[in-house]
């Protein structure tokens, strides 16, 4: 700790994007970023990644393995708005449309030491049955705005029935990614 | 020791960079001795110079010396280092020990080698290696630590030279203490005098050898002999080494010479540190805490006795389980840490707050994906658990669930009193009710008992009086013959009540019998079958009177005594009043005679004095002796009204119902009726099993007697603990229905209680209904009577009794089905922590407070724990009596214990303070990040500004204003802005779906067609059309991200420039005249210039410079009136602080200024002379005019496409229009109909930013509901109809609240000197008054209010604040139009520039003007462009070009901002001068022009 500058406490996360499960999905790949509080800056270390694109294993696992690593540093003044992850799939549609597979969003583990982290994904669910064809026929499927969304929890609550993005319009795919953090 | 182990080290690293020549030398050394010996190394510390300078004879004699004390030395290099010499320098040592060593190396190696190979021969192994190990051993054990290691192995390189002697000595050492040396061999002397003549320097090398061969040469005594002699041979002639030598020498020998090639390459052992001393090291420099447990003493402050608190009553809750080893461990730290003390509580244990951990977890099962994904998948069946109600009396929960089962026994029912009674009924009962209140006292005869007793007592008093007669009484002491008296008193009172009881019973017997009797000859016909009998038991006449008269007489007696010893106590009393009586009386009389003497002086206190009649005591009677007679006839009289006379024959009634009821032929009518109405009657009744019905009975009729029967048993299967029971009776008369007679609630049975042992009890129950009957039946709760007259009226109640048993069923296998013991009672105990007083003991319960309390005392509550505090609190309140109930209850009475600092702490923490208020959305600190971690890392001054913003909210500033008027206006709008804004940031965090999630919208038909259409569109039109990028929110932006793209495409009608000597002109627009303007004729003067310019020159060389945030860009220059640029210019857009939300971008305030300029070329070659080597021009540009475009226009807009007229000054000199080529071209007619220069532009952000949605907010109203919902149903109608348009009903005023648009228009006189300025021309007047309105401020609502809402201020709210947007102009203009009688309207729609805007339209004679509100300008019906300016113009000094600026006045930074944008002030000629005139126009009501003249001047030759 610098005696000259304020003082900050540092967080430095290593891991991986291990592998994911999308039964239904092949050939994708994954972004990640971080959502953090307003007190924290990343310091060292990429903040974004995008990975390669992997296949299913051809064992009884099925798994998409991706062994992605992740490595950033953050330093804060506050726990409040402790950093989380947030990664998306995506991958090809029937059409070549690369479309949006999962979004799944965890906290940065709180303790040192190895954590090995399953998330489930879930998509944004079409508000019709007609939107999901033609969201479907255009390989335009509902997205996100911004994939750091998932990691807020604002505009979530049910109070306002207008505005409620209410847990209906989201599916939780039979879908999970496996995310260690590890130190080094 | 640390100070000294320093020193050490420093002194090693000194070492080490001299060592290494010695390393070097080292690796020279045969591999035979990879370490070199230590005890030898000590002493080279201490002579080291000696070792680099000296000879190398002196040198090697040295160690020689050492080797013998070498312990000593080791001692004392330890504490050598402080003392060292100087240390020579690596260089010195270098070359005088590198020739001395290469003399060692060859001396020793032909030594050794000689010696080894007279040896070795019979020797396989190399011997240093196996001596060696016990050396070092030796050494560690001598020398202890590292630190002298460390020293010595530095050191040890130094005297490389002494190795070979070294090693030998030591291997001497070793052989010596080996067994002796056997005989025959060659004495020491010998050995060394054969190995001496040839080395003189090293007299000890020569030792080695016969002891070496003594070691070895244990099994080869013979050999020794001839072998002796060999190596003497070998050591002179060196020739014949050779042959000698095995392979393992000469790979000896080898090796040697291999290392001294490698000399000059450094290599090092690996710096290891063994285990041991690491584990020392860090012995010193870690504290590893004991495992052991700290006795208490050491934990408590001296001669203090650990305390438990818990022994003293007070509540310590569990602590949290920690290991014990961990807890050591903790202790021991805290022990050794300075103020560790504190954490001991007084018991000697840590201190710790009660366990928080929950026994069940809050938190949801998190998912593990350990097993497969369809695992979880699977749908999991699971059967269906039922719910059982009220899971707190379940019983047997956690045991294994039993069904229990209770038996109720119905039998019967019997009614004591129903409506349908007749008189002889009601009789009949209450002579049963007697005759079983007779059968129940004589069952117990009470009176017989007493009687008994008191006989017992009297007995007991005679023989205590006459202890004579029995001396063996125990202490028949006067007290116990006073008690015996005393309860032999008592026991008489009761026996006489007693027996006046039985006797009163007896006769009201008779009575009623009697009464029923008259009854049934009255009515003639009998309804009961009751029949009473009168048994006469004859008694003893003689002995009975004998039996009466003694209890008389000691009746008497007693009394007798009784009387006397009162009246004796009465004496006493009687006594001492009399004497006091007499004693007061001697004292008033000599108060009399005082009195009487007195009474003249006195006369008027003597009132005062005499004492009241009520003071003066009476005189006592004396009380009256007792008399026996009158006793005696007391106790006669009363034996005669309570007893059996003597002789008199005792009566026992006895009931039977052996008499006959009258048959129905022989009743009048009204019993017939009642009988028949009683045999239309039945009963039933439903048993309820915790307020719910279980079963009931049958229907049973009533029977003529008023009984009915069921005889059922109803076996409920329960698994609930039985709260209630209650048998419901209902009865059904005919076919009216059931009504609901009475409830009974039956006791729950004991757990002994099971069935078949269960004795039948009647439960009594009541009814209070009221049934009045016409016939002979009685009613219930109605008046009746017995006599005739009516009178002495009876009110009977339906009532009666069931007969019922209730017990606990026994299973197949002979085990009751009762709920276990533990359960019921105990259970509850021990299950405490679940259970709660409610469940024990039932809702009711809770407030009897002795139940509560006893509860409490049965289940053994902690009175300490402070989750049992109220309770304990209630139940001590309750049974002292004292009731305080306090009139609070708290909500969360354990926040406190969860406060980890005070509120007052925490309110002067300046980091809490800071996030509170960033968590308020304060603007000050919205954006503020990285919180500092500490207080003291926060500066004072980050508050500052809060804190002066708070102060001044009410403090108008004008330092920053120039009129006070402004700074009221602005300090208003700031505070109305701020509540608007307050408002908005709540419906900030409103979040829409679309706001969040993308989606392609279904596509209709229009879309799908045009998209079909597409698809046969050409791939590449010859003219492109712009297309619709993707919208970006503006969250995830940072600066540079923005960009604003100006597409300059092109210009019209630039000005020229006239020749410089051109004549002054002056522009005749203030001439205009609106009926010019319509005729849309082209303007007269045009054709003069025309000559002036000869087509082809070049008349103007214009330029765009746009400059947005200080950033400037331009385009190249184009040349004529009409350029053509088509450039596109791109400038980087910065949000304030950076904040990119939508908030922030909407409240830019900056304005992008697009500048026209003439560039012009002026020669300034000052000589001539060298004109003909190089040309010097000076460039200077012009400014022609300037387009002006807000960024929220741009922001809201997305884009801004089209072509504008330029904003050209009124005065520019030296320019003129160009008008006659347009018309000679015939080009673009239209356009050229207009005055004015035009640009065409196209203005965009990059990447294209989603524009804030409006707040949606239903802001209250005042209006109508009525109208209000008609208005909304025609906006929705609208809506429907043209979805584009934007229809506007209800507006928002500037208090928030929502007011019909209507409300605003009213005509409005305008100022009386805007009319009086052109009193006959009302078209002028129109324009003065439009002018007007335009030059009140502009500011746009979505700038003071972030977030799109419109707020709609009053005309008069307007002029007070004189800023407003185009729709406060247009009203404003509208109503000063109104009253001017014109026909006016309100326009809203869509501006180019503006957006959507407001317009005003007037009707005239013959057509409709849109007037611009905010411009001033005004334009035909059926003109697309044709603006007039209704602008005054100023002449300005000759020569020069510069121009005025025109604006309304509002504030001083957008004027700064106006000038800074024309860049006049970026001249860098030499002889530049600047003029500024600054002229202000006032206007009513406090409306200004400003015109600003920025000039600059050069001078002309």
């Known amino acids: 700790m610098a005696a000259a500058g304020p003082s900050v406490f540092l967080l430095m996360v290593n891991g991986q994007v291990e592998s994911a499960q999308f039964p239904e999905y092949d050939d994708l790949y994954c972004k990640y970023c971080f959502v953090y509080g307003q007190d924290w800056a990343p310091t060292a270390g990429l903040e974004e990644g995008i990975s390669q694109i992997t296949s299913k294993s051809q064992d009884a696992r099925r798994a998409l393995v991706w062994n992605f690593p992740i490595d950033v540093t953050f330093k804060s003044t506050n726990p409040y708005g402790w950093p989380q992850i947030v990664l998306s799939v995506y991958g090809p549609d029937v059409f070549g449309n690369d479309v949006v597979r999962g979004y799944g969003a965890v906290h940065v583990p709180l303790s040192p030491g190895r954590h090995k982290k399953t998330i489930p994904m879930f998509v944004p669910e079409s508000t019709s049955k007609l939107q999901k064809f033609t969201s479907w026929f255009m390989g335009r499927r509902p997205e996100y705005t911004d994939p750091k969304v998932v990691a807020q929890g604002e505009g979530r609550e049910g109070g306002n029935t207008e505005a409620a993005i209410s847990k209906a319009a989201w599916i939780y795919l039979p879908a999970w990614l496996t995310l260690s953090f590890c130190p080094q | ?1501």
């Open chain 2, 1 to 1501: 020791m640390k100070s000294k182990e320093e020193k050490v080290k420093i002194i090693t690293k000194e070492f080490v960079g001299e060592g290494e020549d010695a390393e070097e030398e080292r690796q020279k050394k045969p591999s035979k001795v990879p370490r070199p010996k230590r005890k030898k190394q000590l002493p080279a510390a201490g002579c080291e110079e000696m070792v680099s300078e000296n000879s190398p004879v002196d040198d090697q004699q040295e160690p020689v010396q050492e080797a013998s004390d070498t312990r000593l030395l080791g001692v004392t290099s330890r504490r050598g280092p402080r003392s060292l010499p100087p240390i020579p320098s690596a260089s010195r040592t270098g070359f005088a020990e590198f020739s001395m060593r290469e003399r060692m190396r060859e001396k020793l190696q032909a030594a050794r080698s000689k010696a080894e190979s007279a040896l070795l021969q019979d020797i396989p192994t190399p011997r240093p290696r196996r001596l060696r190990s016990p050396t070092e051993k030796e050494s560690e054990t001598e020398f202890g630590t590292e630190l002298a290691r460390e020293v010595q192995r530095t050191q040890q390189e130094h005297d490389s030279q002494g190795y070979s002697r070294v090693k030998f000595h030591d291997s001497v050492r070793k052989i010596k203490s080996k067994p002796p040396v056997p005989p025959g061999f060659p004495s020491a002397e010998e050995a060394y005098n054969f190995f001496t003549f040839n080395f003189d320097p090293e007299p000890e090398e020569s030792e080695e050898k016969p002891k070496a061969k003594n070691r070895h040469g244990a099994n080869q005594e013979e050999k020794e002999g001839e072998e002796e002699e060999p190596p003497v041979q070998e050591g002179v002639s060196k020739t014949g080494e050779e042959e000698w030598l095995d392979g393992k020498e000469a790979e000896d020998l080898l090796l040697g010479l291999d290392h001294a090639a490698e000399d000059f390459v450094a290599v090092r052992p690996a710096e290891y540190e063994s285990v041991h001393v690491r584990l020392q090291k860090e012995k010193e420099l870690l504290f590893v805490p004991s495992r052991r447990t700290v006795p208490t003493y050491k934990k408590l402050p001296e001669n203090v006795q650990p305390r438990y608190l818990e022994d003293e009553g007070l509540y310590i809750g569990a602590r949290p389980e920690v290991p014990r080893i961990n807890q050591n461990i903790m202790e021991n730290r805290l022990l050794t840490q300075e103020p560790g003390r504190r954490w001991f509580g007084d018991d000697g244990r840590i201190l710790a707050l009660p366990n928080p951990i929950k026994p069940v977890p809050s938190r949801p099962p998190t998912w593990t994906r350990e097993q497969d994904v369809k695992a979880e998948l699977e749908t999991q069946y699971k059967k269906a658990v039922k719910y059982i109600h009220r899971s707190q009396h379940l019983i047997g929960s956690g045991d294994s669930p039993g069904n229990f089962q209770l038996d109720i026994d119905i039998s019967g029912l019997i009614f004591t009193h129903h409506p349908c009674f007749s008189r002889e009924h009601v009789l009949a009962a209450k002579l049963a009710q007697l005759y079983d209140q007779y059968l129940a006292r004589r069952q117990r005869n009470k009176a017989k008992f007493l009687t008994d007793k008191l006989h017992a007592l009297r007995n007991a008093v005679q023989v205590g009086l006459n202890p004579a007669k029995t001396p063996k009484t125990l202490e028949t002491t006067p007290k116990t013959i006073n008690e015996y008296k005393s309860e032999i008193r008592q026991t008489r009172k009761l026996r006489d009540a007693e027996e006046e009881k039985d006797r009163t019973l007896l006769k009201t017997i008779i009575k009623v019998w009697k009464e029923m009797k008259s009854l049934r000859e009255f009515q003639r016909f009998t309804n009961t079958p009751l029949k009473l009998v009168l048994r006469k038991e004859k008694v003893d006449q003689k002995a009975d009177e004998e039996a009466y008269e003694a209890e008389i007489q000691a009746e008497i007696n007693e009394l007798l005594e009784e009387h006397t010893e009162e009246y004796e106590q009465k004496m006493e009393v009687y006594r001492v009043t009399q004497q006091q009586w007499k004693a007061w009386k001697k004292a008033q009389r000599a108060k009399k005679k005082k009195k009487k003497q007195e009474v003249e002086e006195h006369s008027a206190n003597e009132e005062r004095e005499q004492p009241g009649p009520g003071e003066e005591p009476e005189k006592p009677a004396p009380p009256e002796p007792v008399d026996r007679a009158v006793i005696e006839q007391q106790v006669r009289e009363k034996a005669a009204q309570s007893r059996r006379r003597p002789g008199e024959p005792t009566l026992i009634p006895e009931l039977s119902l052996a008499g006959s009821v009258t048959p129905n032929d022989q009743c009048p009518r009204v019993e017939v009726m009642r009988r028949e109405d009683v045999k239309r009657r039945s009963l039933f009744l439903k048993v309820t099993f915790n307020n719910k019905e279980v079963s009931r009975t049958e229907s049973r009729p009533l029977g003529a007697d008023f009984r009915v029967h069921f005889g059922q048993i109803f076996n409920l299967q329960i698994f609930n603990w039985p709260e209630s029971l209650t048998l419901q009776i209902y009865e059904t008369a005919g076919h009216s229905g059931t009504t609901l007679l009475a409830e009974v609630f039956l006791p729950i049975p004991e757990t002994t209680v099971v069935s078949g042992r269960a004795p039948i009890e009647e439960v009594e129950f009541s009814s209070n209904q009221h049934v009045t009957l016409d016939h002979e039946g009685v009613g219930s709760g109605v008046p009746f009577s017995f006599e005739a007259d009516g009178s002495n009226q009876l009110i009977l109640m339906t009532s009666g009794k069931v007969s019922n048993s209730v017990a606990w069923a026994i299973g197949e296998n002979g085990i009751p089905l009762i709920p276990p013991l533990s359960q019921q009672n105990i259970g509850f105990r021990s299950a405490l922590k679940r259970a709660d007083a409610i469940s024990s003991i039932g809702t009711s319960g809770l407030t009897d407070m002795k139940k509560l309390a006893k509860w409490a005392a049965e289940s053994k509550l902690d009175p300490n724990d402070p989750s049992n505090g109220p309770l304990m609190q209630l139940i001590s309140v309750a049974t002292s009596g004292e009731s305080y109930i306090p009139g609070f209850f708290r909500l969360e009475q354990l926040q406190q214990e969860f406060n980890f600092v005070s509120d007052e702490e925490l309110n002067r923490s300046k980091r809490f303070r800071l996030l509170l208020l960033r968590s308020q959305e304060v603007p000050e600190f919205r954006h503020y990040k990285q919180i500092p971690l500490y207080d003291r890392e926060i500066m004072e001054r980050v508050f500052q500004d809060y804190e002066k913003r708070l102060r001044d909210r009410n403090v108008i500033e004008t330092k920053d204003h120039i009129d006070t008027h402004r700074a009221t206006v602005a300090k208003c709008l700031q505070q109305v802005r701020e509540s608007v804004i307050n408002r908005f940031l709540i419906a900030k965090h409103h979040f829409l779906l679309s706001d969040l999630i993308v989606e392609e919208e279904v596509p209709n038909i229009s879309i799908l067609g045009l998209s079909l259409f597409k698809l046969a569109e050409q791939k590449r039109p010859l003219r492109p059309r712009r297309k619709g990028r993707k919208k970006v929110t503006a969250q995830n932006l940072s600066d540079g991200d923005i960009k604003l793209l100006v597409n300059i495409i092109r210009a019209y009608d630039i000005p020229v420039r006239k020749p410089t000597a051109s004549k002054f002109h002056q522009t005749s627009r203030s001439s205009r005249t609106f009926a010019e303007k319509h005729a849309a004729s082209p303007t007269t003067h045009s054709p003069a210039h025309s000559a002036d310019y000869p087509l082809g020159q070049v008349s103007v060389r214009p330029f765009v410079e746009v400059s947005f945030q200080r950033t400037i860009c331009h385009t190249t220059t184009a040349e004529g009136p009409n350029p053509s640029w088509n450039e596109e210019l791109e400038l980087p857009f910065r949000a304030p602080n950076g904040d990119y939300s939508t908030t922030s971008l909407q409240s830019v305030k900056d304005d992008v200024f697009i500048n026209i300029f003439d560039e012009v070329l002026y020669d300034v070659l000052e000589d001539d002379r060298e004109r003909g080597s190089g040309i010097h021009t000076r460039i200077e540009r012009h400014w022609l005019g300037c387009v002006k475009i807000p960024f929220s226009t741009i922001y809201f807009q997305a884009r801004i496409d089209g072509t504008f007229k330029i904003d050209i000054p009124p005065v520019l000199l030296g320019y003129s229009k160009e008008q006659s080529v347009m018309m000679e071209r015939g080009f673009d007619s239209v356009r050229s109909l207009s005055e004015g220069s035009y640009i065409t532009l196209f203005i965009t952000l990059e990447p294209q930013l989603v524009p804030g949605e409006s707040v949606r907010e239903k802001f209250d109203s005042q209006e109508d509901e009525k109208l209000l919902q008609a208005t909304e149903k025609f906006r929705a109608e609208c809506t429907l109809k043209f979805p584009t348009r934007q229809c506007l009903t209800t507006v928002v005023d500037i208090s928030g609240k929502t007011v019909f648009v209507t409300r605003y228009l009213k005509p409005l006189n305008p100022p009386q000197e805007l009319l009086n300025a052109y009193p006959n021309n009302p078209q002028a007047t129109a324009e003065l008054v439009a002018r007007y309105v335009s030059l009140i401020p502009f500011l746009p609502d979505t700038v003071s209010f972030a977030g799109v809402c419109d707020l709609w201020s009053t005309s008069d709210q307007f002029l007070d604040l004189l800023a407003g947007d185009e729709e406060e102009h247009a009203v404003l203009l509208c109503n000063y139009f109104l009253s001017m009688g014109k026909k006016a309207w309100l326009v809203t729609g869509n501006a180019i520039p503006e957006g959507p805007t407001a317009y005003v339209l007037t009707q005239e004679q013959s057509h409709y003007l849109i007037w611009n509100p905010c411009s001033g300008h005004f334009y035909g019906q059926f003109d697309t462009f044709c603006p007039l300016k209704s602008v005054s113009c100023l002449i300005g000094p000759d020569n020069f070009s510069g121009f005025p600026l025109h604006m309304p006045y509002s504030e001083m930074k957008p004027l700064i901002e106006a000038v800074y944008s024309t860049g006049v002030h970026n001249i860098d000629a030499p002889n530049v001068e600047f003029a500024l005139a600054v002229y202000v126009h006032p206007y009513p009501k406090n409306v200004l022009s400003v015109w600003i003249y920025v000039a600059s001047l050069i001078r002309n030759r």
